[in-house]
């Protein structure tokens, strides 16, 4: 069944670079990596992303999204509190709690001003339960939703490894396409992970985010 015109217009607006949220000043430990040279050409950075996609993504953000809408449109505030202050206390350094945050406050701004989340927002309310909220003012399902914040996350990260390694943009499109052929698995996989399955266990990528805080030169703010 298609999506209604102004739901799939809500979706696709949620998931562009260009929402006014933030995502692009961040690398989420990508620029570490780049400059420890675990990560120095395209296939290695399609590897990195990948390996991202799969055990972060798949199994921390896209379960909190997915149960985080059905709070939403149940109007259950409580839990989404608590989905709220799972992922926060997950986060394993600080930046990339503060990048969740940050991220969720500015999203959760930009809904004030179309007229408000018309839910009760969480304190924080970190990215995945923000983009929950902004969604489930749509019609759209829950795998769309998934779809649409992990196609986002996807952009985002493709545009930092072209900056960061760097790549050309035909080698961007390739990163991009083989995130996008693995995701609709990824996604629906994470529609039936519950709370005790959910899981925030990524050492690789909490050591490079760790490594990030206080590397000597920057270009991203994770």
Same mark, same amino acid.
């Given at each position: 069944m298609s999506l209604p015109p102004a739901s799939l217009l809500q979706l696709i607006w949620l998931a562009s670079p260009?929402?006014?949220?933030?995502?692009?000043?961040? @690398?989420?430990?990508?620029?570490a990596a780049i400059d420890r040279q675990q990560v120095h050409d395209?296939? @290695?950075a399609a590897d990195w992303l990948d390996d991202q996609l799969r055990l972060s993504l798949g199994r921390s953000e896209l379960p909190v999204v997915a149960a985080a809408l059905d709070a939403a449109r149940r109007g259950d505030a409580p839990r989404l509190q608590a989905l709220a202050d799972w992922h926060s206390h997950t986060r394993e350094t600080g930046e990339l709690r503060l990048q969740s945050e940050q991220m969720g406050r500015s999203l959760i701004g930009w809904l004030e001003v179309l007229g408000g989340p018309g839910r009760a927002v969480p304190a924080p309310c970190p990215w995945p339960v923000a983009f929950a909220l902004a969604a489930a003012r749509s019609q759209a399902a829950p795998l769309d939703v998934l779809l649409a914040f992990g196609f986002s996350w996807a952009e985002n990260q493709v545009q930092a490894a072209l900056k960061a390694v760097p790549l050309g943009q035909n080698a961007g499109q390739r990163m991009l396409a083989r995130l996008a052929r693995e995701l609709p698995a990824v996604a629906q996989a994470a529609l039936a992970i519950g709370d005790e399955a959910r899981q925030a266990f990524t050492p690789g990528l909490a050591i490079a985010s760790s490594r990030h805080e206080t590397q000597y030169s920057r270009l991203f703010r994770s």
């Amino acid at each position: 069944m298609s999506l209604p015109p102004a739901s799939l217009l809500q979706l696709i607006w949620l998931a562009s670079p260009a929402l006014p949220v933030g995502g692009f000043s961040y @690398s989420e430990g990508l620029e570490a990596a780049i400059d420890r040279q675990q990560v120095h050409d395209e296939a @290695s950075a399609a590897d990195w992303l990948d390996d991202q996609l799969r055990l972060s993504l798949g199994r921390s953000e896209l379960p909190v999204v997915a149960a985080a809408l059905d709070a939403a449109r149940r109007g259950d505030a409580p839990r989404l509190q608590a989905l709220a202050d799972w992922h926060s206390h997950t986060r394993e350094t600080g930046e990339l709690r503060l990048q969740s945050e940050q991220m969720g406050r500015s999203l959760i701004g930009w809904l004030e001003v179309l007229g408000g989340p018309g839910r009760a927002v969480p304190a924080p309310c970190p990215w995945p339960v923000a983009f929950a909220l902004a969604a489930a003012r749509s019609q759209a399902a829950p795998l769309d939703v998934l779809l649409a914040f992990g196609f986002s996350w996807a952009e985002n990260q493709v545009q930092a490894a072209l900056k960061a390694v760097p790549l050309g943009q035909n080698a961007g499109q390739r990163m991009l396409a083989r995130l996008a052929r693995e995701l609709p698995a990824v996604a629906q996989a994470a529609l039936a992970i519950g709370d005790e399955a959910r899981q925030a266990f990524t050492p690789g990528l909490a050591i490079a985010s760790s490594r990030h805080e206080t590397q000597y030169s920057r270009l991203f703010r994770s």
